[in-house]
């Protein structure tokens, strides 16, 4: 709801309420965000009243010598007439004056959401949007703002517009999307920060006097640090306590940044990273900044959580699959990376189905000559050698065995031994002054320029007609270096934002061309996890880390800002490429049900007992695909503060959860910990059961070989013991039991291994980095 009174604007949302008002010098001044109050009249008992009139203090006007913006609490601050905390924006006049003082104007409420020109955002008919325009008299220009309106998810949805009303060109130094003053609080800030192979992992601080940031200036998103943040304040746990949650729609290097002033104000802003930004705007123009998304909740990190994933699946996500259940898929890159030939696919494939799995996802080495990561990209056509029939020869034969078929593509890279740079090598972003440095051997073509886009809009238009593909990853495997486009006229302040404009031409594009593809993202795993993409795009590729133990922690810390829905999770082989770290079928399965599940490893290598594991698997997660998929996301506990780590799912009937329970470490002679539920019907009789997952009898290692004459532990006597026994872990379950019990008692696990004495079907082996699911369902009223 928004609604304005006189000089107050007053913006709500199902449990929030948003408030800020016209100052007495005509500057948008903050006075509320969080918990929702009512509207009333009168909301003046909010405002600042900081005055001091002494010292150094710079007074905005001789009217009142006490007022200072520095003491205001500002809807978006300017440089140059005494706020000194950071602006939202930095503009150059024509005479290189960089002062801007942007004053109300005017409202509006809009019938219709804004769509910032160029950029992907969010979308919902019933969403309001209120417009309110500043004016920077001496600069002639408006600052439109903008503010959508998301009830049901406690999301308000921010974007500006910069339009040049002059006569002459001025330059753009900085602006941020949004921008939130709150009043004197302690606050703790939440970031989400790694590299390749180790995306997302939580970072907290504890805020005070000075400012803290995060951005990306590698040209993506990146996985340095995710666009997503969070402020909590100290006594906010998982499930009680104030928090906010901050997104940015925007692929491109971005920038987040928390100011603690030395009176006490904390500011929030994010948007494009100002670094190396610097864009002219012509007298006429406007320009337009990502859209800013942010949530506040009073139930804690859970409730922000739980804000943002509703909001991405119903305002971020779109088209044909937004709400349809994925496929499962096996994918062939770790399983043969280039060294594939048709025969060796259609053997997956064959493999691929008899476990159960939906899709087949045909990786990279299929087009040029491309052997290794040295060549072709660019060369968007079959490699022959390998693929003979192509790739619709291939597909035929993938859906003949009753498969859907997916494809990978690199269309932003170009490779120097390629087709297309030797006949393009003005295309790649490179400069002649240094020798260009490459990453994974490739370079990055220049999507500032509107040749290259229409190139690539042609050449993907090709290779997604070439089948019956109902898969496209997206892959975008390197930063961008030597930043420098050969057009003519390019201007590089401009070249990073003019990049991911180009990139969405082409994707809006391409998504227009081929709606019914499920396009996945992809850019060395979770290299460009954002909003921007998955207005495109509804799942990403996490990371190319498939390590259990590690995955716990990538998925945990990507659950804060987004739904299990877009995170796509993979079982891999053992030992882990990424971390070199040995664990079990079951372990694996369990942390990637918990995302968009698929398999990456040789199938056609699989020993009886990781088969017979897997089609259980698979068939367990079909059961439960769309609670896995679109259920409720819980983290009961912290897994980066924690040994222990418990997730849930819940079905919005609050009929049907699935738990995880792992652990990292397993303790020996300790009481094993009650395990509790949460986000179930107080009311309701429910039963529960713990997956019974294969137990290999090689996890007792020479236990029990010493046990039976002539059999050694790694003797073939023994693995095919251990193939064909069938051994199981722990039964359990118990029925009934009320919602209230599961949530506040709890349950007690079956008894955990503790030295001898075990029993092989009584006692859980619950060893280090293992888990557990547990399914909890309703049972029929009598
Ligand atoms: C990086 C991706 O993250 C991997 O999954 C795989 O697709 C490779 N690129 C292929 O080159």
New binding site residues.
């Given amino acids: 709801m928004i609604h304005v009174n006189q000089d107050v604007f007053y913006l709500s949302t199902q449990n929030t309420s948003y408030i800020f008002r016209v100052s007495q010098t005509g500057h948008l001044e903050s006075l509320y965000y969080g918990r929702k109050i009512p509207f009333q009249n009168d909301f003046s008992f909010l405002g600042n009243n900081l005055r001091t009139g002494y010292g150094n203090t710079v007074a905005y006007s001789q009217a009142d010598t006490s007022m200072s913006l520095e003491h205001l609490r500002l809807e978006y601050s300017t440089f140059g007439k005494g706020d000194y905390k950071e602006p939202s924006i930095q503009v150059e006049h024509p005479d290189s004056c960089y002062v801007s003082d942007f004053k109300y104007r005017s409202y509006e409420i809009l019938k219709e959401k804004y769509y910032p020109a160029g950029l992907p955002s969010s979308y919902g008919d019933k969403a309001e949007t209120l417009l309110v325009t500043v004016h920077d008299k001496a600069l002639n220009a408006d600052l439109n703002l903008y503010y959508t309106v998301f009830e049901t998810c406690d999301v308000i949805v921010r974007s500006c517009k910069l339009i040049n009303k002059g006569d002459s060109s001025f330059k753009i130094h900085n602006l941020m999307s949004a921008q939130v003053d709150l009043p004197p609080q302690d606050y703790t800030m939440l970031t989400f920060d790694g590299a390749w192979i180790r995306e997302r992992h939580k970072n907290e601080k504890t805020l005070s006097c000075g400012t803290y940031s995060i951005s990306s200036n590698i040209g993506t998103s990146s996985n340095r640090h995710n666009p997503f943040f969070a402020l909590k304040e100290p006594e906010c746990t998982e499930h009680n306590g104030n928090c906010y949650g901050f997104n940015l729609i925007y692929s491109g290097n971005h920038m987040a940044r928390v100011e603690v002033s030395p009176h006490n104000i904390t500011r929030i802003q994010n948007g494009i990273n100002p670094f190396e930004f610097e864009w002219n705007l012509e007298a006429g123009q406007s320009f337009d900044t990502p859209e800013s998304v942010m949530t506040f909740s009073s139930n804690g990190l859970n409730g922000m959580s739980q804000n943002m994933h509703k909001f991405v699946q119903d305002h971020i996500v779109r088209g044909e699959w937004q709400y349809k259940e994925r496929p499962i898929l096996v994918?062939n890159?770790?399983a043969t990376?280039f060294f594939f030939n048709e025969k060796k696919i259609l053997k997956l494939v064959d493999e691929a189905k008899s476990i159960g799995a939906e899709m087949f996802v045909l990786?990279?080495?299929w087009f040029g000559k491309r052997n290794n990561?040295k060549c072709s990209l660019g060369d968007w056509y079959v490699n022959t050698k390998k693929l003979p029939h192509g790739i619709d020869g291939l597909c035929k034969k993938v859906n003949a065995k009753g498969m859907m078929f997916g494809l990978?593509v690199?269309p932003e890279m170009v490779s120097p031994d390629s087709d297309l740079y030797r006949a393009h090598p003005d295309w790649a972003v490179t400069t002649d002054k240094y020798v260009p440095s490459q990453g994974?051997n490739q370079f990055v073509l220049d999507l500032t320029r509107d040749d290259v886009c229409d190139y690539l809009i042609d050449a993907m238009t090709n290779v997604f007609s070439m089948a019956n593909i109902e898969y496209i990853?997206w892959?975008m495997?390197r930063h961008l270096s030597d930043i420098y486009s050969r057009q003519s006229g390019a201007h590089m302040g401009e070249f990073f934002h003019r990049y991911t404009l180009g990139l969405y031409r082409i994707l809006d594009e391409l998504v227009k061309r081929f709606p019914k593809i499920l396009f996945e993202s992809?850019?060395?795993?979770g290299n460009r996890f954002d909003l921007g993409m998955f207005c495109y795009m509804p799942q990403t590729?996490a990371?190319?880390d498939t390590d259990s133990l590690e995955r716990v922690k990538i998925q945990a810390g990507t659950s804060y800002g987004y739904p299990p829905s877009v995170i796509a999770a993979h079982v891999s082989g053992s030992p882990s490429y990424a971390a070199m770290r040995a664990s079990d079928i079951e372990n694996r399965f369990n942390v990637a049900a918990f995302g968009l599940l698929g398999y990456?490893l040789d199938v056609t290598q699989l020993g009886k007992f990781d088969k017979s594991a897997i089609k259980k698997q698979i068939a367990y997660y079909k059961a439960h695909r769309k609670l896995f998929q679109f259920g409720k996301f819980i983290r009961l506990t912290d897994c980066f503060k924690s040994n222990v780590t418990y997730w849930q799912v819940v079905n919005k009937e609050q009929t049907e959860s699935v738990l995880f329970h792992h652990i990292n470490r397993h303790q020996v002679s300790e009481q094993t910990p009650y395990v509790k539920f949460a986000g179930l019907k107080e009311d309701s009789m429910y039963s529960v059961i713990v997956r019974q997952q294969g137990l290999s009898l090689k996890t007792f290692g020479e236990i029990i070989p010493s046990k039976i004459p002539g059999v050694e532990e790694d003797g073939a006597l023994y693995t095919k013991v251990t193939d064909t026994i069938g051994l199981k872990t722990e039964k359990q379950s118990i029925s009934p039991v009320s919602g209230e019990a599961l949530m506040y008692a709890g349950f007690l696990p079956k008894l955990q291994f503790n030295g001898g004495g075990f029993s092989l079907t009584e006692t859980r082996f619950m060893l280090d980095n293992s888990s557990r699911l547990y399914l909890a369902k309703e049972e029929a009223k009598q």
């Avoid at 992809?522 to 795993?525: A, E, L």
């Fill in positions: 994918n890159w770790e990376y990786d990279d080495g990561d990978w690199e994974r990853k892959d495997n992809c850019s060395s795993g590729w990371s190319d990456e």
